[in-house]
């Protein structure tokens, strides 16, 4: 009666399976690095250690809403960068008002564990000159 549309069913029939395949299996390498991520840092021991600040840097993303005015909605991520005692350098996201009491040169103890960030407390800088 027309053109032959058994196309359709080999592409439901075959692409879209092998589609959702993919894409289940996407998901689940990327839940299971981040659960192996999480067990080693788990199995890291809390490290507390002199460092200081060497930079600082954000990452801000825009998100259009499917909205009619066509309205965005924005975030910030904040990361800052310790060097440690033997010139190693680790890179931490941090919220940001730690982010804002942050300053490049400050020096004190970091504290980490494996990849996760718990903190850093400044230590006052005291002028030798007289």
């Known amino acids: 009666m027309g053109p032959d549309l058994s196309w359709m ?8 399976p092998i589609f959702i395949v993919v894409m289940i299996g996407i998901l689940a390498i990327s839940a299971g690095r ?7 840092n788990n199995g890291s021991p809390i490290l507390t250690i002199p460092a200081h600040i060497v930079s600082k840097r954000t990452e801000v993303r825009q998100q259009q809403l499917q909205e009619e005015n066509g309205s965005t909605r924005t975030s910030t991520t904040y990361y800052l960068t310790y060097e440690l005692e033997g010139g190693s350098r680790m890179e931490f996201k941090v919220d940001g008002h730690e982010y804002g009491l942050s ?8 504290t980490y564990q494996g990849t996760r960030y718990h903190g850093f407390q400044r230590q006052p800088q005291y002028s030798t000159a007289e």
Do not use: K, N, P
């Open 9 to 16: 069913f080999d592409f439901a029939g075959t692409v879209m």
């Open 34 to 40: 981040g659960l192996l991520q999480w067990g080693r």
């Open 103 to 110: 300053a490049e040169g400050d020096r004190g103890m970091l």
